[in-house]
């Protein structure tokens, strides 16, 4: 079934797991994630963002497909539009039919933020889409932006940024970042800020950079309060392995056979995901709701 994020983040909120938004560029990718939510009996999140769309995931053709999916989907399937910096190319996924977008303007001033992110809840909630934002920075993990804590959220800022903005969930800066961590390395995360940013919204909260931080700490950030992991580089690793690892075993593999390889290889990645976070088994299927959701 095809919902807004917020029926599936409230949900997380109250039973303290939290659901999978895994960036998905093409047909294999999303039947990949929406088919392993399936399986474990759990909501689900596409996430497209701009670049992506711009690309090569054109939303004229992912978002109908997605749908399509989602409403064959015996689980809740939110599609939404990740990392969203242009405020009429958000207008526009609204448009499309995204059932959730997320506004970033982390990287402005707190004002800033602000304006820009109540402008698109003002026009997004009448529609019934959910807002997610941003605020501290998420960068990337290549320049080191995780060990960085003059971008973590504050608490005290995050509560009037809510109330000002009435954001339906929140991405905060803990200590992860986005990409790929040095070899070896896994990411020190601030679960104690965690901890009292959960406190003090009592809100979905987003962890962005859900790639290559470690077991334990995705454990733990959900136990602290986060609802919602983002994936992107893990996801594409595994799909780019399995296809290079098929060609290896057999160099006439043709095209067919490895966007299987890729889609099958996904969809046991985000099978595994979705148990280290919890969000199995929360749907019980011919029930039209999720599991402890009123
Ligand atoms: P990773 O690529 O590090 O998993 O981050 C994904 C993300 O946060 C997308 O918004």
Redo the contacts with the bound molecule.
Sequence with gaps: MYVSMTDILQDAHKNNYAVM?V?SINMEMARAVISAAEEERSPIIV?I?MGQMKKHAHANVMVPMIKKLAEEAKVPVALNH??GQDLDFIIKCIQDGFSSV?IDASSFPFEENVHRTSTIVKLAHPHNICVEAELGH?GQ?ADGDNSKADLYTDPEQAKKFVELTGVDAL?VAVG?????YPKGYVPKLDFERLALLKKTLDMPLV???????GEENIRKAVACGINK????????NVAQKAMVDRMAENPKADYLDLCMTAEAAMKEFVKNYIRVIGSNNRYVFGEAKIVGHE
Excluded at 176 to 180: K, P
Excluded at 207 to 213: K, R, V, Y
Excluded at 229 to 236: E, K, M, P, S, Y
Aim: charged share 5%; hydrophobic share 35%.
């Design positions: 938004a960036n996430n963002g990740d990392h997320m998420v993990a991405a992860t970042a986005h990409g790929s962890l962005h950079g859900g790639s290559g931080s992991i983002n994936v992107c580089t893990d996801a594409f």
